[in-house]
């Protein structure tokens, strides 16, 4: 019924920037908070930043500063502006969104499929 689908993930420098994208798709009635999470390598996934509907944003401690969360509600996208990367943000990049679809009475959580982001020289 809903899919997420990101794109944006690549491999880039220290210091360097990516921007990531994700957009929601199907029989969406409403989307609440949007969100980016991560998992390294032998790590739990973290969450990274979220955004909701209304625009409040919230960021792990170690990307405050750097990442900037922002989402296109017309698009149902969210976005993730990743700028001065460093090594330890290499990880696989997933988005969630909390959505209510059509004659659904409750929304629910779902998840895009990952996108790789690695910071490597």
């Known amino acids: 019924q809903v899919q997420l689908v990101e794109s944006g993930g690549d491999l880039v420098q220290p210091g360097g920037s990516l921007r990531l994208s994700c957009a929601a798709s199907?029989?969406?009635?409403?989307?609440?908070?949007m969100g980016w999470y991560r998992r390294a390598p032998g790590k739990q996934r973290e969450l990274v930043a979220t955004i909701t509907s209304g625009g409040i944003t919230r960021y792990a401690d170690s990307v405050k500063g750097r990442f900037i969360i922002s989402r296109d509600n017309a698009k149902n996208t969210v976005y993730l502006q990743m700028n001065d990367l460093k090594p330890e943000d290499t990880a696989v990049y997933s988005c969630?969104?909390?959505?209510?679809?059509?004659?659904?009475?409750?929304?629910?959580?779902?998840w895009g499929q990952g996108t790789q982001v690695t910071v490597s020289s």
């Open positions: 199907g029989s969406i009635l409403i989307i609440d908070a």
């Open positions: 969630n969104a909390l959505i209510t679809v059509i004659r659904a009475t409750a929304p629910r959580p779902y």
